[in-house]
């Protein structure tokens, strides 16, 4: 089983920018299409967006699009958002997760095994 910790929140101005990593062991990442979400205080858990495999292909919530690009590195087993533009309405625990493997990356119900999460402030 793959265990995923992520890293790189913090607090972040409005409009600045911030990349945050999700690094894997226990099992290549190469072999899951992989995920961020996010989740504020009081709210639901919120797909960010995918990525597939190889890192060719990526999808984002619309909340998201423009600002914030996955990637993905699999010989460093680590995969990123970074996240440019930000806004106060972004300030949540981003974790990220492996797809259950089927290779869909489009939707929160496509993942699991999250990991334990990095917070992201913006302050306004």
């Known amino acids: 089983q793959v265990q995923l910790v992520e890293s790189g929140g913090g607090l972040v101005q409005t409009g600045g920018s911030l990349r945050l990593s999700c690094a894997a062991s226990g099992r290549t990442l190469s072999h899951y299409a992989m995920g961020w979400c996010r989740q504020a205080p009081g709210k639901e858990r919120e797909f960010v967006g995918g990525i597939n495999w190889s890192g060719s292909m990526t999808y984002y919530a619309d909340s998201v699009k423009g600002r914030f690009t996955i990637s993905r590195d699999n010989a460093k087993n680590t995969v990123y958002l970074q996240m440019n533009a930000v806004k106060p309405e972004d300030t949540a625990n981003y974790y990220c997760?492996?797809?259950?493997?089927?290779?869909?990356?489009?939707?929160?119900?496509?993942?699991?095994?999250w990991g334990q999460g990095t917070q992201v402030i913006v302050s306004s």
């Open positions: 997760g492996t797809d259950k493997g089927h290779g869909y990356y489009s939707e929160l119900d496509d993942f699991n095994s």
